[in-house]
């Protein structure tokens, strides 16, 4: 072999740093300590500490494979229809007046990522007038890591915190979020957590969110809503979508990156859908032509499997009916697990207060734990948990609650 | 509060701001300015086609494969895979970032030959991807932020029509070489070298490592070896897309000769894979991207940076389709079923391509149609003009793009006569 050029195009390509979140799970993976627990990727868990394939999605397969009819063939740009109108119904509502106006569309995408990519990318060409990369972009302090990238890379070159997380009563941070609200430059884009926030798993009260309406729609500040959580949260898909449906009732022309991930417990099959809310149906029509064109130099048209599972569910009464059932199941236990840490470290006498465990919602929780002390639960005590003192409650079992929270408690009295 | 000091608060009235240069109110929109994006050439085709209702209606336009009775073709090798894997009960875990790992190398042995040097020293870099179009935005992202030579990308003159805003998308800018020769429906071989020869150094070349799309016009062996000499001797970075292996002779490493003489002849190439065709996992999104680098510790730093990329587009691929596509490589009954399969579906388009001309013969055209029999995989550059095209679609309802590309998938025994017949009614 003769080498082409002598110096490698790539020799200055320097070693990026791993993403953090899927580190925590490598390392875990390595150690061979018996008593290692995983409370860092968000995935939800039994109380065997196993994945769920929710029954209603393997009963789901089954039919697809036995569907003979059935074939490999691309799905439009935009995706599978049914599966697009119905998951804009889930957030939407079954009754949804925006929707019987025939002006929300769907946008079928790669998880709640691809749907979150595709929204920043027309707003970046579309919104603000043309090709406007100097928009304010707003995420929350702090935010699920991944946001800031998919905004910067669709191109926004201003990309901001606005006040949520208030470390010190381990609560919202009303007040400084609504000043931010106030002070944002007029049509900046605001990113907000429809239900369970990530990291922190703290909600705005649905008082706190007629307040961060009103000051955006007075602003003309921008809605783009994440919603990764829906029934996942509070184990009601009304419930957790209401901050998206009051928003729509105010008038708001928004855009929704839904995930099927988690409630679904489809994580790989890349199950997404942006739902854009236009102000007629003229709007919509020209919007969604040119997320078409946008989808095309992405991934040209989405994948068929997930969108298959999640459609056929989600137009199907009975299934639907089952689907929901299944994410109760979740979501309760979930509940019952910060029900029980909460008792146990009370229980222990853990210093500082611990009803943000059962305050907080979703997935996650927000400790409060600081970087030593995380440094302790996982060098120590084989506890992995994210820098951020943010643990996955689905990592928690009846099996290894008394070790974490004990594990906890010494981080908390040996570790300032 | 701080909001009553401001006088711009206006409520029912419309509100410019002047340093973004936006109008909005209450009762119009933000989304005023959106223009309406024009119909996708490729896939608009396919919609007119769904409108017409003459029953000989022909869809001559997207690239999927249909059997002889024209429908489209799930491989038995899929089924067979599809049923071993819904036997396992996997988890819908997350894959990792670049994506199955199995699939990552089943995918760069299949392209680069299982004892290619490459694979045995680890200075590839191979990562799962949204097909091929998600492997070329990749491979695109990944050129725009570290390929430190000119913007410049230089496509062959004709290209896939969704190349050029993919590159674009991606930050960078597009050139072209020639390429098709439309007075001998052939390879412009001259004109390709004197463009090659003048390419500045260190940009940026898409070559089509077989089935060339939209023209079906490959170059010939000793004449890739001519282009990989010069490509070398102007230093350029050769980005190969491979979107039919298989596909084009029906023979897997034939059609990825190409590649691997490049490799061999030191060049560190990047490489876009799909199984779109192939496997005919067309939705399930199936594709690969590779860098061949320097040496395995090259081949890390990009692999980290890759996954820094891909991490903020979709965060991780989609399980089902790289499954099947692994089940099938790494299962030897189903690879050997699946090799049959692809050859199969190749020869039913050379023998579509035969008949064609036969029946072209046999209407009476006195035009000279040996192209249509040399050009090689899914698509056939006819030669037709736009006029033409229009009035086959008009007057035949024979759908295909204007530049006179017809899918031969399209094509069956059943419909070749019509096809002959409509296409010699606008040519004589």
New interface residues.
Partial sequence: ?????AM????????????AV?KLTADFREDSHPQKVNLG?G?YRTDDS??W?LPV?KKV??LI?EDSSL???????LGLPEFRSAASKVALGEDSAAIKDNRVGGVQ???G??AL?IGAEFLRR?????N?T??PVYVSAPTWE?HN??F??AGFKDIRPYHYWDAAKRGLDLSGFL?DL??A???SIFVLHACAHNPTGTDPSQDEWKKIAE?MK???L?VFFDSAYQGFASGSLEKDAWAIRFFVSE?F?LLVAQSF?KNF??????VGNLTVV???NE?L???L??M???V???????????ARIVGKTLNCPELFAEWKDNVKTMADRVLLMRDQLKAKLQALGTPGTWDHITQQIGMFSFTGLNPKQVEFMIKEKHVYLMASGRINMCGLTTKNIDYVAQSIHEAVTKVQ | ???LKSN??L?CLG?V?PS???L?S?N??????????PP?PI?GVTEAFKRDTNPKKMNLG?G?YRDDQGK?Y?LNC?RKA??VI?EK?L???????GGLGEFAKACAQLALGADN?VLKSGRNITVQT?????SL?IGANFLSR????PRDVYLPKPSWG?HT??F??AGMQLKAYRYYDPSTCGFDFKGALEDISKIPE?SVIVLHACAHNPTGVDPRPEQWKEISDLV?KR?L?VFFDMAYQGFASGDIDRDAWAVRHFI?????IVLSQSF?KNM??????VGGFT?V??DAE?A???E??L???I???????????ARIATTILNTPELRAMWLEEVHGMANRIIKMREQLVAGLKKEGSSHNWQHVIDQIGMFCFTGLKPEQVERLTKEFSVYMTKDGRISMAGVSSGNVGYLAHGIHAVTK
Avoid at chain 1, 126 to 130: Q, R
Avoid at chain 2, 130 to 134: E, H, K, R
Avoid at chain 2, 264 to 268: D, K, L, P, T
Wanted: proline share 8%.
């Fill in positions: 072999m003769i080498p082409c050029i490698s195009i790539f020799s200055e390509v320097p070693q990026a740093p791993p993403v899927f990727v995935a196993q994945p394939v999605v397969e089954r494979v074939n490999h063939e691309y799905l439009p740009i995408a790669l998880g990522t691809g990519r579309w919104y603000n007038g043309v406007n100097a928009t991944n990238a998919v910067a890379d000043d106030e002070k430059p007029e049509h000051i007075r602003r003309n921008f008038g022309e991930s417990g489809l994580y790989n099959e890349r236009a102000r007629d709007n029509t020209r919007i032509s040119q078409e064109k946008i095309r130099t992405t991934w040209s048209n989405p994948p068929s499997q997930g | 509060m701080a909001l711009k608060v409520y509100n701001s973004l240069g936006v909005s209450r119009s929109s933000w989304w005023g300015g959106v223009q309406m994006g996708d896939l997207v999927a489209p799930v899929v599809e049923a819904a009960k988890d819908k875990e997350y894959l990792p970032i040097e949204i097909s091929g179009t998600g935005r570290f390929h430190g030579g969704n805003p993919i674009r998308d260190q070398k230093n970075l061999e002849q030191g060049h560190n779109a005919g996992l067309y939705g399930e999104r860098v680098c320097k090259e890390k730093r990009v980290s940076q996954k820094i990329l991490r903020p587009i979709y965060s991780n691929p989609p399980m089902n389709g």
